[in-house]
């Protein structure tokens, strides 16, 4: 079995390579990135030392590259996580976005095609559903909740998903889609809410957070989301699309003070800022068709699971300073020119 896994030097991604490499060690894997600032080549190193684990560094949308890459290879599987992700940035800048998250996946989808992929696995996200409102914790995002995206990050994943279920339904691609809800973890670029607290906290910097903190997001360990890519794309059915997440809703207001307090912080530190525009208020996952088709659930309870997260930016704080440096970037370019196809 021969896997591509895009974006694997960034957050997500480098947890699935090393969850797969642990799974399925004779599998043969290649892990196409572009290394965006939000990839880290060092992310990778441990999966580096591995014979049946190979780098390309390129970009997704690089059709040349890409149609060279599957023609070489030949791979069995293909799960898509290279994206840009952040949804601050693609209010900033919205192009970036479509490019990667809509022609690149356009690409890997065309290429799928012609060098007979027996599965694309597009992994989205619950963002596409837009938001719920915070005085209705009875509604839940399901498979059947209609798209309606409120940021450019959401609608070019909601494009992609899209693309990717005509590329079953036009061509008979056998794909699969995930939609899951916010992760955490190791490795997660420190601009995204939980490593960000964290870094914030630690240097005793204010902790900014937008507008009254109320926001409520569904999260769940990165580990468990890995491990239902793997269910998916190994007993999913062709064409269906499944929604991953915990059931653990939480505050934002409530996950920084969480931080602060594990990390032995006063609350004084927390800062309010204007709000994110469009800011979408509460993400709520339904996973019961994953976990009834494939009996999948989580096995991290997030007391758990952040316990692990903040120890592991503590016992890595080199990881961060590379990155707050910009020392990452720079090995990035002269380490990424060895990775050519
Ligand atoms: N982080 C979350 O909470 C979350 C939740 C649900 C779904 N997702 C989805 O999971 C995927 C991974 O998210 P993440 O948080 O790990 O993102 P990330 O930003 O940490 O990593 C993205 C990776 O993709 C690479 N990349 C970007 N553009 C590329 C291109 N054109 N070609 C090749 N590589 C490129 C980057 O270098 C980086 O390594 C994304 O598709 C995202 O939409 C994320």
Redesign the pocket.
Known sequence: MKILI??????????FVNYMLAAYPDYEYVC?????????LR?LSSALTHKNFRFVK?????RALVDALFEKEEFDIVV???????VDRSIANPFVFL???IM?TAALLDASKKYGVKRFHQ?????VYGDLPLDRPDLFFTEETPLHTSSP?SSS?ASADLLTLAYFRTYGLPVTI???????GA???PE?LIPLMIQKALADEPLPVYGNGLNVRDW?YVED?CRAIDMIIHSGTEGEVYNIGGHNEKRNIDVVKIILSMLGKSEDLITYVTDRAGHDRRYAIDPSKIHSELGWLPETKFEDGIEYTVKWYLDNKEWMDDIQSGAYAQFNETEGKRFTL
């Open positions: 895009t974006g694997g030097a960034g957050f997500i991604g480098t947890g196409l990135d572009s290394l965006t600032y939000a990839g880290n992310n390129g970009s997704i949308s690089d898509n996580f290279a994206a840009e992700s952040h490019e990667t998250n690149g992994v989205s996200t619950d963002e990050y994943k995930s939609r899951c809800s916010n992760n955490y490795y997660q670029f995204k769940l989301h």
